[in-house]
């Protein structure tokens, strides 16, 4: 009899785990797919012509919680890979890499990664759209960001698009201090704000 009650006992066990785990679910990781995800940024100027380009991601993540709502992820970018493509000329576009990996800019040297941390994920109220909230590190130098983004979710998929713009001067991306006029006037016609669009694929770890 007790041997009875006692499989009863661990039934019920099992059966209200396997109840809770339905209804509650649990939370879920999807990672990165970096052969598909790209930043695109580009780079104005006040008077003159604009720069565009890519940056490549080294890794990734975004999280959902427990009831399967977004809510975390972690982006790396390698530095190393910004590359810009609006001159017809392969050697024109290495030119302005170049420049944007140096000191004045990137400092790749010395900086090879950038990070997006996203704290916060909230749903708007419209389908597949969101306010997303996270602290966005370049030159070793955090800010926080705050921009929309379309999420969708398809079986053991995720893609995701933002855009936002951030501002050149306050992560350090500007001309090294130089007391030639030229210098004043080329750092005074490259707009502050640099427009950044995400492309992002991820997959069910």
């Given at each position: 009899?007790?041997?009875?009650?006692?499989?009863?006992?661990?039934?019920?066990?099992?059966?209200?785990?396997?109840?809770?785990?339905?209804?509650?679910?649990?939370?879920?990781?999807?990672?990165?797919?970096?052969?598909?995800?790209?930043?695109?940024?580009?780079?104005?100027?006040?008077?003159?012509?604009?720069?565009?380009?890519?940056?490549?991601?080294?890794?990734?993540s975004l999280s959902t919680d427990a009831g399967g709502k977004f809510n975390t992820g972690n982006f790396i970018m390698d530095m190393n890979s910004i590359?810009?493509?609006?001159?017809?000329?392969?050697?024109?576009?290495?030119?302005?890499?170049?420049?944007?990996?140096?000191?004045?800019?990137?400092?790749?040297?010395?900086?090879?990664?950038?990070?997006?941390?996203?704290?916060?994920?909230?749903?708007?109220?419209?389908?597949?759209?969101?306010?997303?909230?996270?602290?966005?590190?370049?030159?070793?130098?955090?800010?926080?960001?705050?921009?929309?983004?379309?999420?969708?979710?398809?079986?053991?998929?995720?893609?995701?698009?933002?855009?936002?713009?951030?501002?050149?001067?306050?992560?350090?991306?500007?001309?090294?201090?130089?007391?030639?006029?030229?210098?004043?006037?080329?750092?005074?016609?490259?707009?502050?704000?640099?427009?950044?669009?995400?492309?992002?694929?991820?997959?069910?770890n």
């Amino acid at each position: 009899m007790k041997r009875r009650n006692l499989f009863y006992l661990l039934l019920a066990v099992i059966t209200l785990n396997l109840h809770q785990k339905k209804c509650f679910g649990q939370a879920s990781t999807y990672l990165l797919d970096i052969s598909k995800s790209k930043l695109f940024w580009q780079g104005t100027k006040t008077v003159g012509s604009k720069h565009t380009g890519t940056i490549l991601f080294k890794a990734g993540s975004l999280s959902t919680d427990a009831g399967g709502k977004f809510n975390t992820g972690n982006f790396i970018m390698d530095m190393n890979s910004i590359s810009s493509n609006d001159h017809q000329q392969k050697k024109d576009n290495q030119e302005v890499d170049e420049q944007l990996k140096g000191e004045s800019f990137f400092s790749v040297a010395g900086y090879p990664t950038s990070a997006i941390n996203v704290i916060r994920i909230d749903a708007t109220g419209t389908p597949d759209q969101y306010k997303v909230t996270g602290n966005l590190t370049i030159r070793n130098i955090t800010r926080q960001i705050t921009f929309n983004a379309v999420i969708k979710q398809a079986v053991n998929r995720v893609k995701a698009t933002a855009e936002f713009t951030i501002d050149r001067i306050k992560f350090g991306i500007h001309e090294k201090p130089n007391p030639n006029i030229m210098w004043s006037l080329q750092n005074a016609i490259l707009s502050d704000d640099i427009p950044i669009r995400l492309n992002l694929e991820f997959v069910k770890n």
